[in-house]
């Protein structure tokens, strides 16, 4: 079922949200905070008279309540209006925009874990070579 959400305009932006069960589910993540859709996901699509190509958004509950927010605080009249508010809500809660000590730390130990990996296959590469070049006499 589609409805309009409720804006200045109600052709601002279209919802759907799939009331049907199916046999298969399919498990959603959110594009802005890319946590798991369980139940009800929120599908986002732009106005029909954006200029650039179309764009659309599969938000959880939360996201769409802040995304209705920032809209319902925004004063501009745009067709370009859906994006920037999508942007704005996005560089608050994306959980990359703002970068911990924990995630910093994560991240440089998988680094050293892959260049780590690669050395080692290096050496034994190199070491196989050895090996066959030496047999070969």
């Known amino acids: 079922m589609m409805k309009d959400a409720v804006n200045r305009n109600d052709t601002d932006i279209a919802v759907r949200q799939d009331g049907r069960r199916s046999t298969r589910r399919r498990i959603a993540s959110c594009a802005i905070c890319t946590r798991r859709i ?30 209705l927010a920032e809209l319902r605080r925004s004063s501009l009249e745009s067709p370009l209006r859906l994006r920037i508010a999508m942007g704005m809500v996005a560089s608050e809660y994306w959980p ?35 090996v066959m070049v030496a047999t070969m006499k």
């Open 38 to 67: 369980w139940l009800h996901p929120v599908h986002v699509i732009e106005p029909e008279n954006v200029p650039a190509i179309r764009l659309s958004w599969v938000l959880c509950r939360r996201c769409y309540q802040f995304l």
């Open 96 to 130: 990359h925009a703002y970068p911990t000590r924990m995630r910093a730390y994560i991240s440089d130990r998988r680094w050293i874990v892959f260049i780590a990996t690669g050395f080692i296959v290096a050496m034994l590469v190199h070491l196989a070579l050895i």
